[in-house]
């Protein structure tokens, strides 16, 4: 089982976050950022404020921020600010969607063109982790 923390960031709920979300959990990982699990037909002042103190907190605990900002130029500052945020903690980030010049030449950083790109990632490190410790209990 994974030990790694992860805060999932996004300008709102949409299905590639909760995609992810899922698939990260079922590869072992935690999610601790918890903005995202309000009621499917809550999109009020959770949603739209879910920059908050608390869960700066939260992401503070963890090891990597997964971003998601699919949409040519549609970088809210509140998420470009969360990734400076992470970076500055020596948190990893995971940047999903267009390239944000400067932000990816830091080494901690890897970007990934769409939600389902980095899902597919998940899903085959998972597989690989399987193997090995399967190979390591037959010996």
């Not at 490190?125 to 209990?137: G, H, W």
């Given at each position: 089982m994974r030990s790694d923390i992860v805060y999932l960031d996004?300008?709102?709920r949409t299905q590639d976050l909760?995609?992810?979300?899922?698939?990260?959990?079922?590869?072992?990982?935690?999610?601790?950022?918890?903005w995202h699990e309000t009621g499917a037909n809550d999109t009020g002042m959770a949603?739209?404020?879910h920059w908050s103190t608390e869960e700066i907190e939260r992401l503070q605990r963890c090891d990597l921020l997964v971003a998601i900002c699919?949409?040519?130029?549609?970088?809210p500052p509140e998420l470009a600010m969360m990734a400076g945020f992470a970076l500055a903690?020596?948190?990893?980030?995971?940047?999903?969607?267009?390239?944000?010049?400067?932000?990816?030449?830091?080494r901690s950083v890897k970007q990934y063109n769409t939600a389902e790109e980095f899902r597919r990632e998940i899903v085959s490190?998972?597989?690989?982790?399987?193997?090995?410790?399967?190979?390591?209990?037959a010996a």
């Open positions: 996004a300008p709102g909760l995609n992810l979300k899922w698939a990260l959990r079922a590869a072992g990982y935690t999610v601790a950022s918890m949603l739209r404020n699919e949409g040519p130029n549609k970088t903690r020596g948190i990893k980030v995971c940047w999903i969607g267009s390239p944000v010049q400067g932000l990816t030449q830091f490190r998972s597989f690989s982790e399987s193997i090995a410790v399967n190979e390591r209990v």
